[in-house]
Each structure stands twice: as structure tokens, then as C-alpha cells.
């Protein structure tokens, strides 16, 4: 079959991995990469000798042999350039969140269905073979009912001034969290607070509320001199608790759990715990493998448009809960 011709814009902090995974699979062929920084493209040029370089995205979108353009702007931007991309009649990869706003995610889903077009959104996570995992143990049952989902996502890092941290950081576990678990939940909660004067919060609690006693929380902040990714995810018959740092086990599965009878009296159960064997793979790989799949045959990859639109859903019902002084408040 015949190389499916891609091509990047928005060659910043997340755009090389993609020009990287692009160029380097043997059944995507990388032909043009695009950036504002004339200097960012000509060192990118050291690496990607043969790629076309240019500052105007509409080169790109001019190109008749163009199949894939996968967007790694500032999220503001999203909109209008995916839906440029995709009215020149290209698949659409795009950087999470996939839109600032629920009104645009569902433009550019309709958009996509109209023209017969690949709309995905670059949820790379739930890629991950750990992800896969984790899903399937929870449509097993093994679990039993689930009860809560915590998680924590810290690090020093830039402190941005064009949309706050739930935006950056808690987008990640959101989407980690919908493609898991499949629940969309009925209200939310965010608390968050600025420690830099005229930016957006840095810190931030996100909870999730749901029809029965399930809930899920999301702390994550740029402020913490150590860095973190990990959470826990517990059932009434067992728990999981998984670490995105560590090298190998990154999950870890314990028998363990709080038993109660009719009568409210509660007893532990304390069983092994299990590190279970998961394939190593790459999250990114696995993903642009889904989407080529996705170009020649027009199945749907896992994070597709609709998979965006949830999670810019959760995020924008945060954003009114955080506006409002931290009401619940509906998603």
C-alpha cells in the first residue's frame, strides 16, 4: 500500500515527537512540517533533511497529496486550524484539548462526518498497552463496582498564561479517565487558585460526580518540586493502583478491600497483590497505527472526535464550576 503522506503544524514542545513518529514509521511518509519560527524550522531541518519546511500553514493545506495533518498548536488555535484542514479535505489529527470550547468540538465533528474525513484528537494515553489493560479489567468485572478514581499529576513547569492548569495537565487524566472507565459523569466541581498575578490557576482539584456512589478526583498543579503521575482506582472486590513513572509494573492489582454486611459491620479483606505482565510498547506508535488504519479503511481510532468532544465537555463544565466559586455544577 501507498504511504500515507502527513505533515505537522506546530514544530514546538510536542510537535517533534509526532515529525519524529511520522517520519520514522514505515507506512507514514513526513512531507512537510510548519512553524511561525523560521529558526525553529531550519534546526528542524538538521534532523528532517527532506521535509518540506514553511511558516504558512496553507501551503500545506494546498498540497493535493497531503492525506494527514496532525495540529500541535496552542489549543486557542485548534479550531480554526482543523477545521481549514479539513475543509481542504485532509484527516485531522489534533494536540488535546481538541477545541476551547464544546460548541467548536462539535462544529468540527460535524464537519468531518459531512466531508467522510478522520477527525481524531491525540489523547496519546489511552495508546498506552497499560491503558488497554486497565480497560479490559474493568469490563471483566474483576473490579467489582467502582467506587472512586484518584488521581495526581504534578511537576515544575512552565506556568502558562493563556488557559490554566486543567487545561494543560488534568486534560491527560480526563481523558485517561473517560476511555477507562467509559462513564461520562453528571456534575463537577473544580477548586483552583493563581500564585502568579494576572495568570490563570496553577493549581487545581477537579471532582466528578456520578449517578450511584462512584466519584473521581484530579489534583494537579505546576508548582511541585518533584514530579508525579499516578492514581488509584478502587472497586468493592479490588483495587488498581498505577504509576506512570515507573520503568516497568507500572500497574499493580491488590486483592484487597472493606467488607460490610447487612448490619454496617465492616471487616478487611487483605489478599495478594499482583504486578501483572504487559507488553513494552509506545503509546505514539500505537496511536499513529490506529490512524492509518483509520485513513485507509475509515475505522475510527480509539481517542476519535467524539472521545475529544467528552473530554472538552468535563473541561468546560470545570472552567464554569471554577468561575462560579466552585459550584457544582452540570455537565
Not at 488509584?232 to 499493580?252: C, F, H, I, M, P
Not at 499482583?274 to 481510532?301: C, H, M, W, Y
Request: glycine share 6%; with cysteine.
Amino acid at each position: 500500500m501507498k504511504k500515507i503522506k502527513t505533515a505537522v503544524i506546530g514544530c514546538g514542545g510536542w510537535g517533534p515527537n509526532l515529525l519524529n513518529v511520522f517520519f520514522s514509521n514505515t507506512e507514514t511518509q513526513l512531507k512537510w512540517m510548519c512553524d511561525l519560527s523560521a529558526p525553529r524550522l531550519e534546526f528542524l531541518k538538521q534532523t528532517f533533511h527532506d521535509v518540506l519546511a514553511t511558516t504558512d500553514y496553507q501551503e500545506i493545506l494546498n498540497d493535493p497529496k497531503v492525506d494527514l495533518v496532525a495540529i500541535a498548536t496552542p489549543v486557542d488555535s485548534h479550531y480554526p486550524l482543523a477545521k481549514a484542514a479539513l475543509e481542504a479535505g485532509k484527516h485531522v489529527l489534533v494536540e488535546k484539548p481538541m477545541t476551547a470550547s464544546v460548541a467548536h468540538a462539535e462544529e468540527l465533528i460535524a464537519l468531518a462526518e459531512k466531508k467522510g474525513l478522520l477527525l481524531a484528537t491525540d489523547h496519546v494515553l489511552v495508546y498506552s498497552n497499560e491503558a488497554q489493560y486497565l480497560h479490559n479489567l474493568l469490563k471483566s468485572g474483576e473490579l467489582g463496582e467502582l467506587l472512586y478514581w484518584d488521581s495526581v499529576r504534578l511537576n515544575l513547569g512552565a506556568v502558562r498564561h493563556d488557559y490554566n492548569v486543567l487545561w494543560d495537565l488534568a486534560v491527560h487524566d480526563v481523558s485517561l479517565f473517560y476511555h477507562v472507565t467509559d462513564r461520562m459523569p453528571t456534575e463537577v466541581l473544580a477548586v483552583g487558585t493563581s500564585h502568579v498575578p494576572g495568570y490563570p490557576e496553577s493549581m487545581a482539584q477537579l471532582h466528578m460526580f456520578f449517578d450511584g456512589p462512584f466519584v473521581a478526583q484530579v489534583n494537579v498543579n505546576w508548582l511541585s518540586p518533584v514530579k508525579m503521575r499516578h492514581g488509584v482506582l478502587v472497586g468493592t472486590k479490588k483495587s488498581v493502583y498505577y504509576n506512570d513513572q515507573e520503568a516497568s509494573e507500572k500497574l499493580r492489582v491488590y486483592d484487597r478491600c472493606v467488607e460490610c454486611d447487612s448490619k454496617g459491620k465492616t471487616t478487611y479483606h487483605l489478599g495478594d497483590v499482583l504486578s501483572p505482565f504487559i507488553a513494552p510498547g509506545d503509546a505514539l506508535r500505537n496511536e499513529v497505527k490506529q490512524l492509518v488504519e483509520g485513513v485507509r479503511t475509515g475505522k475510527k481510532p480509539i481517542a476519535d472526535g467524539f472521545a475529544g468532544l467528552q473530554v472538552v465537555r468535563i473541561l468546560e463544565a470545570a472552567e464554569r464550576s471554577l468561575r462560579s466559586g466552585s459550584q457544582r455544577v452540570k455537565v
